[in-house]
């Protein structure tokens, strides 16, 4: 499950970004002692993917964005509420004539992408009548009214849109995960239903004995304690324990030298806390519970230090937090192994729910083998009709060739072929059935209720 390891950046971070120019006043330190390249001066750093429908229409806006300086300085200057405000939009009706003439060509960009998954989307369930327009209301990252030109609303619906999607990004892979784990559950409960009692007694023992192992590692640090930043000061970093230094520290660990520690970069503070419980070698070791538990740090951290709740930690925040008491002396950790996961009730749902797609599945599948058995049959019914359309027209060709004129023989005489006889039926003026055939040696014959008489 790949999008477990794909953090997202949100849009608050994207559009503090623009500038980076604002570079953090480096910090005078022996970099030489840090294993690994440093970051090169000018270097572009590649934001990595917010995971948003929309992701390339958000970056490409602020691409644009960046080229105005009128726009660039009022960024500078706004804080946090300013941005999710919506107070920055209004700045764009000051911004240059190309600009948003580039705005405006994007959105019609977006509106007509949107517009073209709408009707492939519609045409994979071969609706008709649709209205697009009503369609696109669902879009909120946008003003759909106007598709045309892009105005400070669309600017203020973007940013809006993109941190609450991102704020509930969280959410929702918590949402998967606990899922993922009812029906890893699921799936051994029915599994042991199809064994006997000796192998499902031994299969159980097995799974205990995984959990036990794989509960069985070194203790894990607090998340952002001082005794899990020094581990990764020592073991990572390569540097003396003694002389951790929280400023120095921080500065190492803000890869792109933009002055903030962003999500991606305070989840790879916790690469050496996973690595005591999960290795991929081992059986009873799941990735995706390690990508789970990462993710739960990262919350923890950003919730003790985050102080404007930006979902970036500033220098500021970073020292503040190190100056407290839970920095220096934090409770335990609990690890995911530690934790119910799910109840027996949630878990219950959770099967009625699969049950009840079962049962859809299964209906629908019934219903395609009974249309699959009618086409079958209709099938057949028209290669039989066929058959006798074709045994009808053999037929009728025979007896028109029956029908003929006879060939002729070497006096020039009529040649009958013997065993012919050529049937007429009529009715007399009585209204009684006679039937005649013309005899082998060329009699007329009639047939005249069951007894011969010959003519």
């Known amino acids: 499950m790949k999008w477990l390891s794909v953090l997202p950046q949100q849009c608050i971070l994207l559009m503090t970004c623009l500038l980076m120019a604002l570079e953090a006043v480096p910090i005078d330190i022996d970099k030489t002692k840090v294993k690994g390249e440093g970051h090169v ?7 990595p993917d917010t995971g948003l429908y929309y992701d390339e229409y958000l970056r490409q806006v602020i691409d644009v964005l960046e080229t105005d300086k009128h726009f660039r300085e009022k960024l500078q200057t706004a804080d946090i509420e300013e941005i999710k405000s919506g107070k920055l939009s209004r700045e764009l009706d000051l911004v240059s004539h190309h600009v948003r003439t580039r705005l ?37 990252h946008l003003n759909h009214q106007n598709p045309d030109t892009f105005e400070p609303k669309d600017l203020d619906m973007l940013i809006k849109a993109a941190t609450s999607d991102l704020e509930n990004y969280d959410k929702t892979r918590h949402e998967e995960f606990k899922k993922y784990e009812m029906m890893k559950e699921h799936e051994r409960r029915e599994y042991l239903k199809t064994l006997d009692e000796e192998k499902r ?34 073991e990572a970093d ?31 503070l916790f690469t050496k806390e996973l690595e005591k419980v999960y290795d991929p070698k081992n059986e009873e070791d799941d990735m995706v519970e390690m990508e789970e538990e990462r993710l739960r740090m990262r919350e923890h951290v950003m919730n003790e230090v985050d102080v404007n709740k930006d979902r970036l930690v500033t220098l500021e925040e970073f020292l503040r937090a190190t100056e407290k008491k839970e920095f220096l002396e934090p409770d335990s950790w609990e690890t995911l192994d ?37 086409l079958q049959r209709q099938h057949d019914q028209l290669q039989a009709q066929k058959q006798e359309l074709q045994q009808v027209v053999k037929q009728m060709e025979q007896k028109k060739l029956q029908q003929g004129n006879p060939p002729a023989g070497p006096a020039g005489e009529l040649k009958f072929q013997p065993r012919m006889c050529l049937s007429v039926e009529v ?22 209720q069951s007894k011969n008489t010959e003519i």
């Open 104 to 140: 405006d060509e994007l959105k019609r960009q977006e509106v007509a992408r949107l517009r073209m998954l709408i009707k492939a989307k519609m045409d994979s369930v071969q609706d008709t009548g649709i209205d697009h327009q009503a369609l696109l209301k669902q879009f909120e």
């Open 201 to 234: 007694q031994r299969e159980e023992s097995k799974f205990e004995e995984m959990k036990k192992k794989h509960g069985d590692h070194p203790k894990v640090h607090h998340p952002g304690s001082k005794d899990q930043l020094k581990e990764v000061w020592e």
């Open 427 to 448: 009715w007399n003026s009585s209204k009684v059935f006679l039937k005649h055939q013309m005899g082998r040696e060329g009699r007329l014959c009639c047939n005249y």
């Open 338 to 374: 530690q934790q119910q996961l799910f109840t027996e009730d949630e878990l219950k749902e959770f099967e009625s729910h699969i049950s009840q797609q079962e049962d859809e599945l299964r209906k629908k599948a019934e219903d395609l083998q009974k249309q699959k058995e009618e």
């Open 238 to 268: 390569g540097l003396d324990p003694n002389e951790f230094d929280p400023k120095t520290f921080f500065k190492l660990h803000d890869v792109n030298n933009d002055g903030f520690l962003d999500e991606q970069e305070l989840e790879a």
């Open 41 to 47: 001066e000018g270097e572009k750093v590649e934001n």
